[in-house]
């Protein structure tokens, strides 16, 4: 019997909903029943991780404590978080719950090592998450360079991409593709070899780029969404 993953989500809704659809179309289904059981807590209430970590903002511990609990509590027998920051409270969530929490940066650093032959990574982030270096001290554990955007760029390209009324977050994606194009080339002219898009919003605008730049680049919600899948059929 497949196992049932558990999903915190709302860190935000559509990428929670980019993970669902990835792991649907991860599963080798021919009929409804070859699908795995999910059950999926979705709370966008949860205080900005980007608020938190970069002005001292509410924490989001709590909340993200409090889903992981919820999770287990209606059957999860492990857990994925559909945020890639959030990953900088991991040790919060992981030991606050009895079943076992994926790690979405150390399962990309994982599926980096074991398909490319390369040693510089772009990691493509908004200000916080290269801030606390989640991407970055991972990369160098498995003996990669991690290669990042400069303050400005990142602030220019990626967080005004993502974060304003008119960003990737409020749903103008299409609308943002542009930015996310430069900021990719940007790396890639600094030596990256890939670019790991290092944030759940990202991925969102891959129908948008060319078809050269999607070759470049690494999807963490999909690497994530081959691990859920493969967990909860039993393959590993």
Known sequence: MDKMAGIIGGLGPEATIDLMKKILKNT????????????????PKTPSRYKAILE????????????????????????????????????????AVSIPVLHIVRETANWISKNYRITKVGVLAPTPTLKVGIYQKELKKSGYEPITLDQEETKRLVDDAIYPETGIKAGYIKENASLISEAINILLKKGAEIVILACTELPLVLDFLSEDLREKVIDPTDILAKKVVSISKGLE
Do not use: R, W
């Open 28 to 43: 080798p289904a021919k009929t409804d029943q070859d699908h795995i059981p999910m059950v999926v807590y979705s709370n």
């Open 56 to 95: 001292g903002g509410e924490s989001p511990v709590p909340q993200l404590v409090e889903a992981a609990k919820k999770l287990e509590q209606a059957g999860a027998e492990f857990i994925a978080i559909a945020c890639n920051l959030a990953h900088y409270f991991y040790d919060d969530i992981a030991e």
